[in-house]
């Protein structure tokens, strides 16, 4: 079975402009969750969608945002980036569905560059 | 929300040890607990994790610990080998999918 997939993995952009970055979680997978990776901050939580709605959200501002499609893939959206955006963006699966089903499976990350 | 502290930040151990990761979470509502370990330029890879109604899981060389009371869980590594050097992370569940990490765990093997 095919892992989590993101696209792209490197992303350099300018400071103010907007990105959109992509996952494509495990086949069968309804729960898909973003994570913002930073040296000084470690691994923080973005936002958690499940069957095309948001389910869960962490502190960030209002600038990034997401959605999912039907079949499950998933967009972030940052606008008006800055400087401080930089990081690795991680996307996680997981079954989602039952109280068991909490397994995450990371993708490889979007290192994403703002100048 | 909940809080997850994770000890040490940094661990260097002889090749053929064991290596033990200590976590706190502040949250009792908190019901699972995975461990990831992290190599250079990939992402956090799922390598144990337990439930709430469990205290001890194992797999292989490594094994996961729970104390529900105390609120505290920790990461067992035996027979350690150069292989097992990366960052590892602890986590705790609140709310559906929604993880809080700890800060991290750089573990050096040295042969």
């Known amino acids: 079975k095919a892992g989590v997939t993101q696209t792209p993995r490197y992303l350099i952009k300018t400071r103010g402009q907007q990105v959109t970055l992509s996952c494509s979680p495990i086949?069968?997978?309804?729960?898909v969750s973003w994570y913002q990776q930073t040296p000084g901050q470690g691994l923080q939580f973005l936002f958690e969608?499940?069957?095309?709605?948001?389910?869960n959200k962490g502190n960030f501002p209002g600038r990034f945002s997401g959605r999912q499609f039907s079949n499950s893939r998933s967009e972030m959206n940052v606008s008006t980036l800055e400087l401080g955006d930089s990081a690795l963006y991680l996307c996680?699966?997981?079954?989602?569905?039952?109280?068991?089903?909490?397994?995450?499976?990371f993708g490889p990350g979007t290192r994403l560059t703002v100048t | 929300g909940e809080n997850v502290e994770q000890h040490p930040s940094t661990l260097s151990v002889q090749e053929g040890d064991s290596a033990v990761i200590k976590c706190t979470y502040s949250?009792?509502?908190?019901?699972?607990f995975p461990w990831y370990k992290q190599e250079l330029g990939k992402g956090p890879q799922l390598i144990i994790d337990?439930?709430?109604?469990?205290g001890e899981k194992k797999d292989q060389r490594i094994a996961v610990t729970l104390n529900k009371t105390a609120k505290h869980f920790s990461l067992h590594i035996t027979e350690t080998q150069p292989e097992d050097s990366a960052v590892y992370f602890c986590?705790?569940?609140?709310?559906?999918?929604?993880?809080?990490f700890g800060s991290g765990t750089k573990l050096n093997v040295k042969p």
């Open positions: 996680a699966s997981s079954l989602g569905g039952g109280t068991g089903d909490h397994e995450q499976y």
């Open positions: 086949s069968g997978h309804r729960s």
């Open positions: 969608y499940f069957s095309e709605t948001q389910r």
């Open positions: 949250d009792s509502a908190s019901n699972y």
């Open positions: 337990i439930r709430s109604n469990v």
């Open positions: 986590a705790a569940r609140y709310n559906f999918n929604k993880f809080y």
